[in-house]
């Protein structure tokens, strides 16, 4: 699987972003960090075992927003401890 499954609004909350479930950047959705718009999603399973396929609801998707110049806004993916 990429992990540049690499979309939903951003939602900001009073102190930070919000995360995006990844289901929802697979249904269409999309995440802007920055000037930095993340559109387009798509999972590919390269597994033979389709019961490994990770649950993409547990999957948390948030922007960065001030990243600096190196790297610059981007997104952080937390995996919910499935994919160890």
Known sequence: MKKTLLTLA????AGGAQAIPMSDLLAGGEIVA???RFYGWTANWLGSAPALLPNYG????????DGGLKPGP???IDAGG???
């Open 82 to 84: 499935q994919m160890t």
């Open 58 to 65: 547990l999957i948390d998707v948030t922007a960065l927003h």
């Open 10 to 13: 951003l939602a900001l909350a």
């Open 74 to 76: 981007g997104i952080n």
């Open 34 to 36: 920055g000037d930095k």
